[in-house]
Each structure stands twice: as C-alpha cells, then as structure tokens.
C-alpha cells in the first residue's frame, strides 16, 4: 500500500515562495510518474506539474512555467514542488499524485494579495 503526505503549504504574501514536498512510503515509487495537482475552492482539480521516474523529463502547466519546479530524489522516496512569485490564484490544496493513481490528502496553500 503505498502512503503519500503532502507538506510545506501555509499562508504566503503574493510574490513569495513555499516548497511543497510529499513524502512516499510502502514502496519505492523510483519507477513511477509522479505528479502535482491542486484544486482551488469551487474548481476542478486540475495538473500542475509531472515528473518522470528517472527525474529526467518533467512537465508544468503552462500557467506556471516559469515559476514552478518540480523535482523528485528517489533515494529518499521524495517529490517536491517549488513555487516561486505567487499570486493569489495559486491558492488551492495541493496533491501529490504517484502512478498509477494514489493520491495525497493535500495540503492548503493560501496567497493573499
């Protein structure tokens, strides 16, 4: 059974940076696509960013390239999201995904303006 568990959301100012990180345990994940989702209030669940399992190809949203990255150390069955210049759009709960489809119980991220 594999476990994941989202950290680093909070309360950030438009501009600033937060780190997401989810933590994988019941398996190695090294061989599997693990990816970011988010869902603001009244929204659809939608895809932030992948990452193969090698670490080697990765994919971001288009409303967020250039300012997410994400990465993945597979010794240490780790994912991570690094958000830069938030807005207050970016606010939403966050998930962490790992193929073929389990699913973190999020964490919150609130930008304010």
């Known amino acids: 059974q594999v476990q994941l568990v989202e950290s680093g959301g909070g309360l950030v100012q438009a501009g600033g940076s937060l780190r997401l990180s989810c933590a994988a345990s019941?398996?190695?994940?090294?061989?599997?696509?693990m990816s970011w989702y988010r869902q603001a209030p009244g929204k659809e669940r939608e895809f932030v960013a992948g990452?193969?399992?090698?670490?080697?190809?990765?994919n971001i949203a288009d409303s967020m390239k250039g300012r997410f990255t994400i990465s993945r150390h597979n010794a240490m069955n780790m994912l991570y999201l690094q958000m830069n210049s938030l807005k207050p759009e970016d606010t939403a709960v966050y998930y962490c995904k790992a193929d073929p489809n389990y699913w973190g119980k999020g964490t919150l991220v609130t930008v304010s303006s």
């Open positions: 990452i193969s399992g090698n670490g080697g190809t990765t």
């Open positions: 019941g398996r190695s994940l090294s061989n599997y696509y």
